[in-house]
T-cell receptor, first 116, second 112 residues
C-alpha cells in the first residue's frame, strides 16, 4: 500500500518478554517518528530518525527501549523486559521533510501492545 | 505537565452547534499543527499554522495561531456527527529541531 504500515497490529505478551514492533514508512520519506499513545491521551514522542540516524531519542522512557532504522527505511522499535506499564498503542509516522519544521506527518494505524 | 495543554478534554454537543477548542502553552512554537484521530487509526493532519496571528479556514473549521505563537484555537461551525473524533494540536518548540510534541487532545462527540 501507499501508506505507513505497522506490524503487528496487535501484540499480547507477558511481563518480562522481549517485543519488536515494525514500521514500514512511505517510500522516499526521510523522517520517521515513533510515538506512544495511552487510552484517552495524546501521542507521546519517543524517537525521531532523519535517514538512518536517531536525530532525537529524548523521548525514550528508559534503556529498555531501543529503535533502529539501519537502511533509512524500515524501523524497528525494540522493548526489552516488558512491563505492564508499557501497554499502549505505538504509533509510527513518516514525513518527507529533511529540515525545517516537520511538515505533515503520515501515521500508521499503530501497534497495540498489551503486557499481561 | 504537558507542554501543550488542550481544553476542554471532552465535549459533547448537538448537531448544528458551534464550538471552540483551545491549545495553550507557555512556550513559543515555530509552528503548530492540528490533527484529527478516529478510533483505531492514526492522526490525520488538518492544518499547519506558521505565522503569529495566522488564520486558516478549512470548510467549517477555522484555525488561529496566537500572535505570540504560544497558543492556537480551532473553531467548528455547525458541527456534524462526522466531526466526531479526537482533535490534537502538535507543535515544534523553538530550537527543538523536528521534535513534534502533541497535546492531550479534545475528544469531541457530535450527536445527531
Amino acid at each position: 500500500g501507499a501508506g505507513v504500515s505497522q506490524t503487528p497490529s496487535n501484540k499480547v505478551t507477558e511481563k518480562g518478554k522481549y517485543v519488536e514492533l515494525r514500521c514500514d514508512p512511505i517510500s522516499g520519506h526521510t523522517a520517521l517518528y515513533w510515538y506512544r499513545q495511552s487510552l484517552g491521551q495524546g501521542p507521546e514522542f519517543l524517537i525521531y530518525f532523519q535517514g538512518t540516524g536517531a536525530a532525537d531519542d529524548s523521548g525514550l522512557p528508559n534503556d529498555r527501549f531501543f529503535a533502529v532504522r539501519p537502511e533509512g527505511s524500515v524501523s524497528t522499535l525494540k522493548i526489552q523486559r516488558t512491563e505492564r506499564g508499557d501497554s499502549a498503542v505505538y504509533l509510527c509516522a513518516s514525513s518527507p521533510t529533511s529540515g525545517g519544521y516537520p511538515g505533515e506527518l503520515f501515521f500508521g494505524e499503530g501497534s497495540r501492545l498489551t503486557v499481561l | 505537565t504537558q507542554l501543550l495543554e488542550q481544553s476542554p478534554q471532552f465535549l459533547s454537543i448537538q448537531e448544528g452547534e458551534n464550538l471552540t477548542v483551545y491549545c495553550n502553552s507557555s512556550s513559543v512554537f515555530s509552528s503548530l499543527q492540528w490533527y484529527r484521530q478516529e478510533p483505531g487509526e492514526g492522526p490525520v493532519l488538518l492544518v499547519t499554522v506558521v505565522t503569529g496571528g495566522e488564520v486558516k479556514k478549512l470548510k467549517r473549521l477555522t484555525f488561529q495561531f496566537g500572535d505570540a505563537r504560544k497558543d492556537s484555537s480551532l473553531h467548528i461551525t455547525a458541527a456534524q456527527p462526522g466531526d466526531t473524533g479526537l482533535y490534537l494540536c502538535a507543535g515544534v518548540p523553538n530550537n527543538a529541531g523536528n521534535m513534534l510534541t502533541f497535546g492531550g487532545g479534545t475528544r469531541l462527540m457530535v450527536k445527531p
